[in-house]
Nanobody, 130 residues
Framework: QLQLVESGGGLVQPGGSLRLSCAAS???????????IGWFRQAPGKEREGVSC????????NYADSVKDRFTISRDNAKNTVYLQMNNLKPEDTAAYYC????????????????????WGQGTQVTVSS
C-alpha cells in the first residue's frame, strides 16, 4: 500500500519560510504508475485547494496563482520525497497541507485539480501568525 507522510509544518511569522516534505513509503510511486505528486491545502471552513504539483520525472511543475513566486516544489527520487519550499508566508497561507499522488495516464502538465489524485497523506498544519 502506497503511503504518503507529510512533515515540516509549524508556526511561523508572516514573511517567514517553511519547507514541507512528503515521503512515500511502502511500494514506490513507480509501482503504482504514479505520474505526479501534488500539494493541497485546506483552511477551516474552506474547500481543499491545489497549491502545486510536480511530475514523476521531476521536470514538469505547476502552481496556483496565489503561491507563484513564493513556493517552490521539488523532488528527490532517491529518497522518494517531494518538498514544498514556502517563502514569504502570509496569514492566508494558514491551512492543513496535504500531499497526494496521482495515478493515471500522464498529462501534458501536472494538474492541481484534487479530483485527479488517488492517494492522500494525513496532512501537516501550517500556521502563519505574528
Amino acid at each position: 500500500q502506497l503511503q504518503l507522510v507529510e512533515s515540516g509544518g509549524g508556526l511561523v511569522q508572516p514573511g517567514g519560510s517553511l519547507r514541507l516534505s512528503c515521503a512515500a513509503s511502502g511500494f514506490t510511486p513507480d509501482y503504482y504508475g504514479i505520474d505526479a505528486i501534488g500539494w493541497f491545502r485546506q483552511a477551516p471552513g474552506k474547500e481543499r485547494e491545489g497549491v502545486s504539483c510536480i511530475s514523476t520525472d521531476g521536470h514538469g511543475t505547476n502552481y496556483a496563482d496565489s503561491v507563484k513566486d513564493r513556493f517552490t516544489i521539488s523532488r528527490d527520487n532517491a529518497k522518494n520525497t517531494v518538498y514544498l519550499q514556502m517563502n514569504n508566508l502570509k496569514p492566508e497561507d494558514t491551512a492543513a497541507y496535504y500531499c497526494a499522488a496521482r495515478g493515471g495516464p500522464p498529462l501534458p502538465i501536472c494538474t492541481v485539480d484534487k479530483g485527479h489524485y488517488n492517494y492522500w497523506g494525513q496532512g501537516t498544519q501550517v500556521t502563519v501568525s505574528s
